[in-house]
């Protein structure tokens, strides 16, 4: 174990000691690679892990060299399931399996109208999104995961996930549902069940719209942030032999390796000062490399070199 | 070979084009790119009306973008432009204000709309309404007749296209007549009471309220009986959108970052505007890596450090990449930017002003260039 080993694995034991997992963050920060690897990385410790995602094209699929299937539970190991939802089938699933109403809809979910309606009450969506996390780990004793991982949608998606509980309120909604989303929400809301991970990448705009998602989620008291990923950090950082001078005539890719590491160092900083200040001790900060190109399916040892170089910002 | 109303470059684009819609995944730089084409626009002569969706904050206020949601004038520091750019970020409420304030039937209408629990959530909540906000919005603009090009910036997610297959709001609500067959039984509902109503076995209204509740149920009724001229006026305005998109006058631009998530996001862009007979006529290729440094990776044979053989790896993997993506466009229509990282953090007017003449110059010169590279085994 090197020195850095425990860095990592403190990271990621806080990190797993939480049932669900919901990773978010800019287009093109590496969201899917850091859902896909937590969840590879949870179930090799043993942890029974389903990792969800809800696209139009499932990115999490082709990681794992598993068929793009839509709604269907795929396992890649014994110890780890991957499911992308479809709105529609996860919306008939909430109504079975949570709201018990399998004789009522069963003969008309179908039924366009039916459908149409149900995808004009206002909130239903995303309450219905959350509700199959709190089914994968609460009710689903088939499964019995340990773990749910989501890799989920873009930062201003989720502040819609907060506004649920004023949204059915505002809308008088009543019965099944209201109950359900005060259950649901509850379980949600508990730092001991469910954590934000927030993941940004070293370039200034990214650093600050995910600074910016951080205090709005920590304001709203909704579901509590987890984690805060710096993704892409240069190789270089992780190097023992770290900062190198630049050579005489330094080529173009020596120039271009500088500024990133420089960039880098500045995100670290401005992430660090932002949590310097008041910051609850439960929030884990850390910082991830650049290896380069993840290609499909993953080799699995990427996801042991990203980890392994994982690092704790304290 | 070359269609006559095809552009060469991105000037004649410019020129041509009324609107240009920009889409793409999330985090391939949508929202610089189209504050680059406005910016190049304006420095045309043109005058430019820009909406955007949902730029980062920063960026707003550095170029003084209101917040307001109303089009407003930019100040470019330090540009001599002779054009100008109005630009608004979508305010979806207030979209939808505007619209009950012009289609309702009356004032006082409109008012009880507007006062209605289920306004506000319409206006934030309802799948697909942030798109049909965005062509209501779109709609305006082109009424308004004050801009020579309309740049729109488009939500990440593929639902930006929902709204061009059936410009209508909740279309499905229109395709099943489900309104038709909602809104009639609560019509009579309301003349018998709506226990008498559905104790005299409404099954469908019965079956949707042990979901909802009956409050809920009866509440969205009453904003849909209230609302049906508004929703009237979206169909309107998606229809004309509708035409002006499908028309020589506007084009789709695809922005693409040469990673996986964001090509094959692209290629289902191209597939679905192929299906629906739109035009793609910009290809944007941002953030790749710098020529010069591109240059070394594909010649290197002895890269030392693991952060430079990491970095090939990604080169070459782009490549890949793009080759993808191109081989599924039709390249004779299409003018081709590819824009590299930029060095300079794009926070101010003078950097997206730089950022603009690269895209131009990229168009013309780079696409040899790289078609070049890519012909390489």
Redesign the interface.
Known sequence: MGPHDLESSSFLEHLFARKILMVTG????GK?WVASSLALEASRMGKKVCLLECS??S?VA?LFGLPSKNHQRLAFSDHLDVMNLDTELNLRDF?VNQ?G?EK??EK?FD?????????????L??LVLLGRFYHEIVLNKKDNYDLVVFDG??S?HFF?LM?IPQ?IA?????????EVTNKVTRFLYDPENAGIVSVAAP???IV??CL?FCDRITDAKAIPLAAVLLNRV???YF?SANQ?SLSENP????L??A?KAEQALRSIETIQSHFAKGRTDSLLLGIAP???????PVELDMARTYYGALRRLL | MIPDNACDSLEQLLHKKKVILVLG????GKTTTSLALSFKAASMGLRVGLLSI?P????ATALGMPLSGELKVLELQGLQYSGTIAAAMLDQSAVFMSMIDRYAPSAKIASKIKDH??S???A????GALEYMAVAKLAQMVEAGIYDLIVIDTP???HALDFLERPNI?S??F??N?LG??LRPFAIARKLGLDRFMSAGEK?LG??A???????LE??ADFLIMVKEVLEGFRTAGSKVSQILKSADACFAIVC?P????E??AE?LVDKLGELSYRVELLVVN?M??F??R???SE?TD?R??????????Y???AQVEAKLLAHLNRNELVEVYVPEQ?E???NAKALDCLAQTMVASSAVEQQKFATEREEP
């Open positions: 800019k287009g093109g920060v899917t139009s094209r990115q082709p109504l709201l109403l009522v809809f008309v039924n366009k109208i039916v459908k149409s309606f149900l995808q004009f009450i206002p909130g969506p995303d949608f873009s201003g819609h506004t949204v505002d809308a008088q909604v009543t019965g099944p549902i209201l370039e200034p705009l600050s719209e910016e240069p190789w270089s190097e190198k080529s173009a890719v020596e271009y390796l500024r650049d290896l380069g190109a993840v290609e499909e | 995944a999330g985090g391939v949902d980062a904050k920063r960026l629990p289920f506000q959530v319409t934030g909540n309802v799948g990440p997610d593929l909740l499905r609500f395709d099943n489900v067959w909602l469908m079956k949707i042990s979901v909802t509740g009956f409050k809920a509440l969205m970052s990673r996986v998530s964001a094959r996001a289902d953030r890596l710098p010069d440094v240059a070394e990776l290197a890269l450090c693991q952060g430079a053989k990491y970095l090939r790896e990604r070459q993997y782009e060095p953090d794009l926070l």
